[in-house]
């Protein structure tokens, strides 16, 4: 097999004998359609090439020379999503939901810089970049394959499948990449990059996910072009973050992205701290952790990966602002003290990956719950830490932290068997609301009356009411850290401790 130098490379069902039974039933129903209409239609992007691998896909993606608004009209189900890319999303579950792009056209005349959206002539340009040569609007629709695949991020992404003849199609030798293990970006990297920098974290993360190396000049160009990152928008980013890091190769993310020297433009992590064991360690064992959970089939949400990723950073700060209060105040307020240095680590990394609120409130509770878990009088807490949701992500955390500060062990046996218990009580409320579902669905069926969406409104104000009785009745009075009013001796103790901490990690100036 060659890679450059040839134009394109067909392999029939019989040469190329890929398990098309794992194929998404419903990836089928959508090509058969537009092919039914008329259109052209392949499988694209990671479905084919996860196949390839003898991996099973994430998901499917479909190419077609439709655009996006004759897709729709297709389908009852689809949903056009995004203006600077439009797709079509073809919605059948939660689980099973094809993405239809439409073949994009190469470079076309119409490119301009971003300010002039519209041409003399009144048009709308279809293609726009800004200054840095970043495509800030791309709908410029191409007419065939050979130009579609062009447009896509990595040869190893654009092998396209007809499911009616069973053809592969490779115009930029991802199969012969595939069978090399690497990662090589179509077309001239520094521009690809520029165009969209979210590509330099795709290739981080499919070489994580494959074990995959970079080519040459895939890898040369990460480096000059990794701070065109910053003109990402947030919530990408956070989309992408989640992407590297929860879907089960978070170690190797976690390796890629120091390698690259990437990992400290995606979270406010000081490069000191990074570059320490201690950080180091804790975080590998952190993501070797969530991967083991995924594999587990269990599920990694966001906020526990943010918090355990900017723990380090949190914590250090805190010490040093106590160390220095100590110094200043009498009294210090350390559940505001806690309040506010959380709040400005979170609001920091919100500039990078624009976490939702609900997932920022969390973290920064994730980490006042550690105080409490802590406690040198922990008796005193449990009614309040664990009425709390957040309690058993929040022993989770501490775990992680016991793994490595031998001090914490005591207190990890002091709250295992309330976190067993709260993990108990969960399954054993989630297995009476699966019976109650299954009641009102038979009822139902029998032709009972169905519920109305008063019901369920009612239904769910009664449950947020009623977990907040619980938790006010068993929270004791606010700002009661008593822990922290220390007595002289224990102050200057626990200040040499975190200064032994920093010494420890090389932070001691
Ligand atoms: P997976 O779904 O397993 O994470 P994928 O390769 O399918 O991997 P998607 O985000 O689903 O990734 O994208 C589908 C396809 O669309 C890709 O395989 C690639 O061909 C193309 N693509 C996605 N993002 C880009 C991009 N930023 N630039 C160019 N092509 C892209
Ligand atoms: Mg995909």
Known sequence: MVKYGQKKLVLSAQQHQLPTEQISKFAIKVIK???????????????????????????????????????????GNARIIGKRFKIVHIIYS?????????FRGGNSPMLQVEETAISREGKRFEVQVNRDGMLVRDNSYGTSLEEDALRRDFTINAIYLDIQTGELIDFH????????????????PETRYREDPVRILRAARFSAKLGFKLSKRTLEQIGPCAPFLRSVSPARMY????????????????????????????????????????????LNYAFESTDQRFAEGKCNKPHFLYSIILWNEFIWAFYEIRDDLMFSANNINYKSLIAFLAAQVVIMQYRITAMPENIIRSIALLWRLQFLLESKDPEKYVKETTSYHAFR?????????????????????????????????????RKSNE????????????????RSSRDFKREGREGRESRRDERRSGRPEAGSFEDFNETHADRQERMNKA?????????EP
């Open 33 to 75: 359609r537009l092919k039914q209409a008329g259109y052209e239609a392949y499988l694209v992007g990671g479905g084919v090439r996860d196949l390839l691998l003898g991996k099973t896909p994430k998901d499917f993606d479909v190419s077609t020379n439709a655009t996006p608004e004759q897709v729709r009209r297709l389908f």
């Open 94 to 102: 939660n689980n099973d939901t094809i993405e239809v792009t439409t």
């Open 173 to 188: 030798g991802g199969l012969y990449d595939l069978t090399q293990g690497v990662i090589d970006i179509i077309g001239d």
């Open 239 to 282: 989309d992408e973050v989640n992407k590297l890091f929860l879907t089960g190769h978070a170690q190797a993310s976690f390796k890629v992205l120091t390698a690259l020297n990437l990992f400290d433009q995606l979270f406010t992590i000081s490069p000191m701290l990074l570059n320490s064991s201690t950080c180091r360690d804790f």
């Open 393 to 429: 992500a929040a022993f989770d955390l501490f775990k992680l932290r016991a793994h490595f500060d031998p001090n914490l062990q005591s207190r990890v046996e002091f709250w295992q068997p309330y976190y067993d218990q709260c993990k108990a009580d969960a399954e054993r409320r």
């Open 435 to 450: 019976e109650r579902q299954s009641r009102l669905s038979e009822r139902g069926e029998r032709g009972g009356r169905r």
């Open 499 to 507: 200064r032994d901490w920093r010494r420890a990690m090389n932070l």
